[in-house]
């Protein structure tokens, strides 16, 4: 049986736009973002793996409106307009998918959903085996003979598929899938602003089409129902009808059936490889030889390392020659963990392998021998505590790859060789392992050298050395690198092999007046709401919060009520138990957070040694983990005395320097703007200064809270944030100024 793979465009788009966000998202040079297409990509070529289809569609919505949206005009009303940095690679993706010869099928009136089911059923009668990739389970409706619905999802942090059938749905439903038509009806869908009957939630809606069978039937059984509920289905079965009719996608739409057209084929490869390049997808033209294919010589800087040597140093005659070998040349590039030390030897193209990094302490002591290699903190780390002083380890390539591009999320020696130098390593080290050369061995543990992949590290840094030096001399960032980024390294290296010191006894007496507070708080919710109840469970507290207490439901997920702090800051003026939750969980965060999360950190010495970062954030910002001492909470008073649990040496003081406002002052500099540049000639307030003049009050009339929200945009504005996110975080501020306009 030839199979059919339809997929829902926006779906899968959406989806892997918000899989690769913030510090993640990949960007060309010229500040087009690439990371939905990117990840819709990757998802699309698992699928042909997997499935191998004959004929293959994707299906997009078209802004006009539908015959829903006719029906019942709040339809979809409560969304958001698509993100500018999503809305750009609509576009591009599409071409992509013309390049590649796949079938794309959009219509006027009808939803990308409208037109899957069309062609689901029409495959299903032409007797193909029908697959529907989507991430909207609204296509459980489509399922049946022949036709599955594959719906991805994320499972430690790798994207796996899962398939739905009659018998998938019948076990996790206990209905067919037709049934969920009736179910959605009676629910409704909050994220398409499908109204249901209010108060019906999915697990009395599916209890209902159990014992009934349908809407129909529900209503000819009203009078066995009994109190709210039958109260609520009388009331509202207008809305039941309306939501099920909303609810059904149209498996009729006026669509052209061609199964030539659906055929895939080969790709327009030329073109393929064109577009990849400019978007800088170096992984996909190595993974599909699209250079190869085309008979493209690759760019200057790009590899072939297929005479690469390895060798094992065994003797002291070889050790004099390669050490050297790096004094005459002043440079050294290597590769450094734990149990493994590699340097590679440009005079005899080889991966040397050292057993003892001992042996190599007069050159990492050395002050004139620069040393190339990766991540360096980590490795000033490892000298040190071998009892080596490293001087000059002053090119990273992790470092150098963050200055040219600050992001995306990892700058693996991976990544920065498919960037840098066309190099995918991967690809590499698979078909060594697939050659047929003697193998030996380099390690003792390791029978295979194949099986350890950081062998070819080294040579990877010594071919990223020269192109990453000239990038950041072409990009005027080399003086950067050089005077600041890499001094700055051996500064977060001490900072972190140093650690800080933190009482413990002082932090265990603060987790016992935590949990006082959270014990006397969860009694006082208890009496507040007349029962008991698991408070960190967001159904119970739905449940209790806008069944008993009938508050106003702001938002409903697929799961049940939203309880998010958003939803909860709206109501809790209208209960006094609000005001409770949201204490009772600031004190939970702190406790779990912030005592329960730090104690592990904790040394026999009574220090925390935090690992800092310097190419996590797109601004420059240095990061902290394992733990993050960066965001000890300061607004409330219990987050200050938190702080006091850390100590500094006896004779010692801690010292808190910081630039005033250094963003800001750059930004009033290069704008000339008038109003900053008097707030700071007057010593003024920045942030409130701005909130004074968007709420039209006098300066020392600014609350915390304006004041607050005119900073979010002072710095919404230097780190470029987006038209989306400005609007959705800063709605009221933007409201008021609109009035004060």
Same mark, same amino acid.
């Given at each position: 049986?030839?199979?059919?793979?339809?997929? /829902?465009?926006?779906?899968?788009?959406?989806?892997?736009?918000?899989?690769?966000?913030?510090?993640?998202?990949?960007?060309?040079?010229?500040?087009?973002?690439?990371?939905?297409?990117?990840?819709?990509?990757?998802?699309?070529?698992?699928?042909?793996? /997997?499935?191998?289809?004959?004929?293959? &569609? &994707? *299906?997009?919505?078209?802004?006009?409106?539908?015959?829903?949206?006719?029906?019942?005009?709040?339809?979809?009303?409560?969304?958001?307009?698509?993100?500018?940095?999503?809305?750009?690679?609509?576009?591009? $993706?599409?071409?992509?998918?013309?390049?590649?010869?796949?079938?794309?099928?959009?219509?006027?009136?009808?939803?990308?959903?409208?037109?899957?089911?069309?062609?689901?059923?029409?495959?299903?009668?032409?007797?193909?085996?029908?697959?529907?990739?989507?991430?909207?389970?609204? %296509?459980?409706?489509?399922?049946?003979?022949?036709?599955?619905?594959?719906?991805?999802?994320?499972?430690?942090?790798?994207?796996?598929?899962?398939?739905?059938?009659?018998?998938?749905?019948?076990?996790?439903?206990?209905?067919?899938?037709?049934?969920?038509?009736?179910?959605?009806?009676?629910?409704?869908?909050?994220?398409?602003?499908?109204?249901?009957?209010?108060?019906?939630?999915?697990?009395?809606?599916?209890?209902?089409?159990?014992?009934?069978?349908?809407?129909?039937?529900?209503?000819?059984?009203?009078?066995?129902?009994?109190?709210?509920?039958?109260?609520?289905?009388?009331?509202?079965?207008?809305?039941?009808?309306?939501?099920?009719?909303?609810?059904?996608?149209?498996?009729?739409?006026?669509?052209?059936?061609?199964?030539?057209?659906?055929?895939?084929?080969?790709? +327009?490869?030329?073109?393929?490889?064109?577009?990849?390049?400019? $978007?800088?997808?170096?992984?996909?033209?190595?993974?599909?030889?699209?250079?190869?294919?085309?008979?493209?010589?690759?760019?200057?800087?790009?590899?072939?390392?297929?005479?690469?040597?390895?060798?094992?140093?065994?003797?002291?005659?070889?050790?004099?020659?390669?050490?050297?070998?790096?004094?005459?040349?002043?440079?050294?590039?290597?590769? $450094?963990?734990?149990?493994?030390?590699?340097?590679?030897?440009?005079?005899?193209?080889?991966?040397?392998?050292?057993?003892?990094?001992?042996?190599?302490?007069?050159?990492?002591?050395?002050?004139?021998? $620069?040393?190339?290699?990766?991540?360096?903190?980590?490795?000033?780390?490892?000298?040190?505590?071998?009892?080596?002083?490293?001087?000059?380890?002053?090119?990273?390539?992790?470092? *150098?790859?963050?200055?040219?591009?600050?992001?995306?999320?990892?700058?693996?020696?991976?990544?920065?060789?498919?960037?840098?130098?066309?190099?995918?390593?991967?690809?590499?080290?698979?078909?060594?392992?697939?050659?047929?050369?003697?193998?030996?061995?380099?390690?003792? +543990?390791?029978?295979?050298?194949? =099986? /350890?992949?950081?062998?070819?590290? *080294?040579?990877?840094?010594?071919?990223?050395?020269?192109?990453?030096?000239?990038?950041?001399?072409?990009?005027? %960032?080399?003086?950067?690198?050089?005077?600041?980024?890499?001094?700055?390294?051996?500064?977060? *290296?001490?900072?972190?092999?140093?650690?800080?010191?933190?009482?413990?006894?002082?932090?265990?007496?603060?987790?016992?007046?935590?949990?006082?507070?959270?014990?006397?708080?969860?009694?006082?919710?208890?009496?507040?709401?007349? =029962?008991?109840?698991?408070?960190?469970?967001?159904?119970?507290?739905?449940?209790?919060?806008?069944?008993?207490?009938?508050?106003?439901?702001?938002?409903?997920?697929?799961?049940?009520?939203?309880?998010?702090?958003?939803?909860? =800051?709206?109501?809790?003026?209208?209960?006094? &138990?609000?005001?409770?939750?949201?204490?009772?969980?600031?004190?939970?965060?702190?406790?779990?957070?912030?005592?329960?999360?730090?104690?592990?950190?904790?040394?026999?010495?009574?220090?925390?040694?935090?690992?800092?970062?310097?190419?996590?954030?797109?601004?420059?910002?240095?990061?902290?983990?394992?733990?993050?001492?960066?965001?000890?909470?300061?607004?409330?008073?219990?987050?200050?005395?938190?702080?006091?649990?850390?100590?500094?040496?006896?004779?010692?003081?801690?010292?808190?320097?910081?630039?005033?406002?250094?963003?800001?002052?750059?930004?009033?500099?290069? %704008?000339?703007?008038?109003?900053?540049?008097?707030?700071?000639?007057?010593?003024?307030?920045?942030?409130?200064?701005?909130?004074?003049?968007?709420?039209?009050?006098?300066?020392?009339?600014?609350?915390? /809270?304006?004041?607050?929200?005119?900073?979010?945009?002072?710095?919404?504005?230097?780190?470029?944030?987006? =038209?989306?996110?400005?609007?959705?975080?800063?709605?009221?501020?933007?409201?008021?100024?609109?009035?004060?306009?």
């Amino acid at each position: 049986m030839k199979k059919l793979l339809l997929i /829902d465009g926006n779906s899968i788009i959406n989806r892997a736009f918000y899989g690769i966000m913030g510090n993640k998202m990949l960007m060309t040079e010229d500040g087009t973002y690439t990371n939905a297409v990117y990840g819709f990509l990757s998802i699309l070529f698992k699928e042909l793996d /997997d499935i191998n289809p004959e004929y293959l &569609v &994707v *299906a997009f919505d078209l802004k006009a409106p539908t015959h829903r949206h006719k029906t019942y005009d709040k339809y979809k009303a409560n969304r958001h307009g698509m993100p500018e940095e999503l809305a750009q690679q609509m576009p591009i $993706l599409k071409e992509i998918l013309k390049a590649m010869n796949v079938c794309i099928i959009e219509k006027e009136g009808y939803e990308a959903d409208d037109i899957l089911g069309t062609l689901a059923k029409w495959g299903q009668k032409e007797e193909l085996e029908v697959t529907v990739l989507t991430g909207d389970r609204d %296509s459980f409706q489509l399922i049946d003979k022949n036709i599955k619905v594959r719906i991805p999802r994320t499972k430690m942090g790798k994207t796996e598929t899962e398939d739905y059938t009659v018998e998938k749905i019948e076990e996790e439903y206990g209905l067919e899938p037709l049934d969920l038509i009736e179910v959605k009806g009676l629910m409704g869908d909050a994220s398409d602003n499908i109204p249901g009957v209010p108060g019906v939630g999915e697990k009395t809606a599916i209890s209902l089409i159990k014992q009934y069978k349908s809407i129909d039937g529900v209503y000819k059984h009203i009078d066995e129902q009994k109190g709210k509920l039958k109260e609520k289905l009388s009331e509202n079965k207008d809305l039941a009808y309306l939501s099920k009719t909303l609810g059904t996608i149209d498996i009729n739409a006026p669509i052209e059936k061609n199964l030539e057209a659906f055929q895939v084929e080969e790709w +327009n490869k030329t073109e393929v490889l064109e577009i990849f390049k400019k $978007l800088k997808f170096n992984r996909f033209i190595d993974r599909f030889n699209l250079h190869k294919e085309n008979n493209i010589v690759r760019a200057e800087g790009s590899v072939c390392p297929s005479e690469i040597k390895y060798e094992k140093i065994l003797d002291k005659t070889k050790l004099a020659e390669l050490k050297q070998e790096i004094q005459e040349n002043e440079i050294m590039y290597y590769y $450094l963990e734990d149990d493994k030390f590699i340097i590679y030897s440009n005079k005899t193209n080889t991966c040397f392998f050292v057993n003892n990094i001992l042996e190599f302490k007069d050159i990492f002591e050395d002050k004139d021998i $620069l040393k190339c290699s990766y991540k360096q903190k980590e490795e000033f780390i490892i000298l040190w505590n071998n009892n080596i002083e490293a001087k000059n380890l002053m090119f990273d390539i992790a470092i *150098a790859g963050y200055i040219l591009n600050s992001n995306i999320n990892k700058y693996t020696i991976e990544y920065l060789a498919n960037e840098y130098i066309n190099f995918d390593i991967s690809e590499y080290l698979s078909n060594e392992e697939n050659s047929e050369t003697e193998q030996i061995t380099l390690f003792d +543990n390791i029978a295979d050298q194949k =099986e /350890d992949k950081t062998y070819i590290y *080294a040579y990877a840094i010594y071919k990223l050395y020269n192109v990453l030096t000239q990038k950041m001399e072409e990009a005027g %960032s080399i003086n950067l690198f050089k005077q600041i980024e890499m001094p700055l390294t051996e500064v977060l *290296a001490s900072m972190q092999y140093e650690g800080i010191h933190i009482d413990k006894q002082e932090l265990l007496d603060f987790g016992e007046e935590l949990q006082e507070k959270i014990d006397i708080l969860t009694q006082e919710i208890y009496e507040l709401t007349g =029962e008991e109840f698991n408070i960190n469970s967001t159904k119970q507290l739905g449940e209790v919060l806008f069944e008993k207490l009938r508050l106003t439901v702001k938002k409903k997920t697929k799961t049940g009520y939203s309880t998010d702090v958003d939803v909860l =800051e709206k109501i809790k003026n209208e209960h006094p &138990v609000i005001e409770k939750i949201l204490e009772y969980r600031q004190l939970q965060k702190l406790n779990s957070t912030y005592v329960e999360g730090l104690i592990p950190y904790i040394d026999n010495t009574g220090r925390i040694h935090s690992k800092f970062h310097q190419t996590v954030t797109t601004t420059g910002r240095i990061s902290s983990t394992d733990p993050n001492l960066q965001n000890i909470p300061t607004r409330m008073e219990l987050g200050r005395k938190l702080r006091k649990v850390f100590k500094p040496k006896q004779g010692f003081i801690f010292i808190d320097a910081d630039y005033s406002q250094i963003e800001l002052r750059v930004l009033a500099h290069i %704008s000339e703007d008038k109003n900053m540049i008097e707030a700071f000639c007057n010593d003024e307030d920045i942030h409130a200064q701005a909130a004074s003049k968007v709420f039209n009050i006098p300066l020392e009339n600014v609350t915390k /809270d304006e004041r607050t929200k005119a900073k979010a945009v002072n710095f919404g504005i230097v780190y470029g944030i987006s =038209e989306f996110r400005f609007r959705r975080t800063t709605t009221e501020f933007l409201e008021k100024k609109q009035k004060n306009i």
